[in-house]
């Protein structure tokens, strides 16, 4: 009977040890410039520049920067992973590594000045169209 406590003794003791060993924490860092811009991340809205978010996964991500008086900026953005985040060396940066290990990925973003809307230019503009359009 004790050798049976102390075998589950030790395979507990294992397997704790493994899930507290190593694993990987990633982070991005959105800049813009003016800073305090509101940023989303595939439609969730994450905070204001400078803003560091932990993530998940590696891949596509689309962006909307916005700011008062500023153009609002919709894109997408890669994050690739790294090597050891790839089969079967996931599993050991992941689970068997002894040490925590951090990807840090900065994106920054320049935001253009809302142009101002001429009203006769505006009106202009539609009335050739209209024109054209007959």
Same mark, same amino acid.
């Given at each position: 009977?004790? &050798?049976?406590?102390?075998?589950?003794?030790?395979?507990?003791?294992?397997? #704790?040890?493994?899930?507290?060993?190593?694993?990987?924490?990633?982070?991005?860092? #959105?800049?813009?410039?003016?800073?305090?811009?509101?940023?989303?991340?595939?439609?969730?809205?994450?905070?204001?520049?400078?803003?560091?978010?932990?993530?998940?996964? @590696?891949?596509? @991500?689309?962006?909307?920067? &916005?700011?008062?008086?500023?153009?609002?900026?919709?894109?997408?953005?890669?994050?690739?992973?790294?090597?050891?985040?790839?089969?079967?060396?996931?599993?050991?940066?992941?689970?068997?590594?002894?040490?925590? #290990?951090?990807?840090?990925?900065?994106?920054?973003?320049?935001?253009?000045?809302?142009?101002?809307?001429?009203?006769?230019?505006?009106? /202009?503009?539609? /009335?050739?169209?209209?024109?054209?359009?007959?």
């Amino acid at each position: 009977m004790r &050798r049976v406590n102390s075998f589950w003794l030790l395979a507990v003791s294992l397997l #704790i040890s493994i899930m507290m060993s190593g694993c990987v924490e990633r982070q991005l860092t #959105i800049n813009t410039v003016p800073s305090g811009a509101l940023i989303e991340l595939n439609d969730e809205q994450i905070g204001l520049s400078p803003v560091t978010v932990n993530f998940n996964w @590696y891949g596509d @991500y689309n962006v909307t920067v &916005r700011k008062e008086g500023f153009e609002t900026l919709k894109t997408h953005r890669e994050l690739k992973g790294p090597w050891y985040d790839k089969f079967p060396f996931d599993f050991f940066a992941q689970i068997l590594s002894p040490k925590k #290990i951090v990807d840090k990925y900065e994106w920054s973003f320049e935001l253009e000045p809302k142009k101002e809307v001429n009203r006769e230019q505006l009106l /202009q503009d539609a /009335q050739n169209l209209k024109e054209n359009m007959q």
